[in-house]
């Protein structure tokens, strides 16, 4: 398993991309032949292009997953006027003249829309060529349990496209006490929410994260308590976070904590793979982590490479997760899956029609201190992932009726997924 193809300190270290490497799109061709997914974190900071995403998506082997952070608005509630997308941004521009920095509140309902529907938009370019994974929302420390922001992340999962898997970090550690664990759970299952379960340290979790110094004089070294709970029998989803210093590399004690999550403390129900995302990024550190974490769990660690070699179909992770029916097909080709209205399926089929459709698109590069590095898949129970049906990508477009009430409408959509992820 392997990182994030642009951290600098990667790329400079030479411990794993060629000297031949040179490009960034060369660069993302290495890193897809050795990891399954990747974790998109410039998406936090503006809304990438069309162009770009259709650039990364010619680099990569089918059965390689992007998954997508929200933009940072959704989650924080607040960005740069810079961060936004140009033609929205020229409206607000408008209405809110010499703000440097704009808040949610700031957009009026149309211009929410639109910018939710400029990010969809991306992501249907992805999940129509099944290069979609998960999308995942990062609420930050100030972000805590209340009523409110209940309603901020049903808002969010209600204008992201129910075609698209939702994840939620939560940095606040009040979600998870005795008072709010339980209901929090309950409450993200509802929608089909994946929580995340992020490994951090106490002291580099209250430091922002180009502001780390280390451990203060007369500090310990604590590691916040994980969330690992399921609220999505399909998926789960870790995050370990190490952010500052050039020692990186979890210690035996701290991996035989994850080996003990893995297999003793998995929960109950759990059908699906579990995206393992090490953001430990300092040289080939990643890399050592999820060599020696894989040692110690053995089978359970999903062999991209190996996966690659196989023949047909069952080359591509999907297949290797899940098998197709007669009666089912997959949705890498399929325009019966697309989650668009008719005027974007046609939009887009122009754009893979058209001459310009051939051209080598840019690919943008991401920032080095962003990428989260050596992804894995971990597989709860071999034999039954491979009984279920074809993992991401795969789910069948449901109708989405405006009129309806979102939330109810919501909770339809995430139980045929489930239902269909489910299904034998």
């Not at 379960?197 to 209250?206: M, S």
């Not at 992770?317 to 899956?337: H, I, M, N, P, W």
């Amino acid at each position: 398993m392997c990182p994030g193809w642009s951290d600098q300190s990667l790329l400079k270290c030479g411990k794993f991309y060629p000297a031949s490497v040179r490009s960034t799109e060369d660069r993302l061709r290495h890193y897809s032949t050795h990891f399954p997914c990747v974790e998109v974190d410039t998406s936090t900071y503006a809304i990438p292009s069309i162009a770009s995403v259709k650039g990364w998506l010619q680099c990569v082997p089918k059965g390689f997953y992007f998954h997508f952070k929200a933009f940072g608005l959704f989650c924080s509630k607040s960005c740069s006027l810079t961060a936004l997308p140009v033609h929205i941004r020229h409206k607000v521009s408008e209405i809110c003249p010499g703000k440097d920095y704009i808040h949610l509140n700031d957009l009026s309902v149309s211009l929410r829309d639109e910018l939710w529907q400029s990010f969809n938009k991306i992501l249907y370019v992805a999940h129509g060529a099944g290069n979609l994974g998960l999308v995942v929302f990062q609420f930050h420390l100030s972000f805590k349990p209340t009523k409110e922001n209940q309603a901020h992340v049903e808002w969010c999962r209600e204008n992201l496209d129910p075609c698209f898997l939702m994840a939620a970090e939560f940095r606040c550690r009040d979600w998870f006490n005795n008072e709010w664990l339980t209901l929090t759970t309950k409450w993200l299952s509802s929608m089909g929410i994946i929580l995340v379960a992020a490994d951090e340290l106490e002291h580099e979790t209250f430091q922002k994260d180009r502001e780390q110094t280390g451990l203060q004089k007369g500090q310990i070294k604590i590691t916040l308590p994980v969330a690992w709970s399921l609220t999505n029998p399909d998926f789960m989803y870790v995050r370990v976070h190490r952010r500052e210093g050039s020692q990186r590399l979890l210690s035996e004690s701290e991996l035989s904590c994850w080996v003990n999550r893995l297999t003793v403390e998995l929960p109950q129900g759990l059908k699906g793979p579990i995206f393992f995302m090490w953001g430990t990024d300092w040289e080939d550190q990643p890399l050592i982590n999820a060599k020696n974490l894989n040692a110690m769990i053995g089978d359970m660690a999903f062999n991209w490479k190996a996966s690659q070699q196989l023949s047909g179909s069952r080359s591509m992770l999907s297949a290797y997760f899940g098998r197709k029916t007669k009666t089912e097909k997959c949705a890498l080709v399929s325009k019966d899956f697309l989650p668009l209205c008719n005027e974007e399926q046609k939009e887009l089929e122009h754009d893979c029609n058209s001459s310009q459709s051939s051209q080598k698109f840019e690919v943008s590069e991401f920032p080095g201190e962003n990428v989260f590095l050596a992804p894995a898949i971990l597989t709860a129970n071999r034999k039954h992932i491979q009984d279920s049906p074809a993992l991401l990508g795969c789910i069948k477009k449901t109708k989405y009726n405006d009129n309806n009430k979102p939330l109810e409408s919501l909770k339809k959509t995430s139980s045929s997924i489930t239902a269909y992820f489910q299904k034998r």
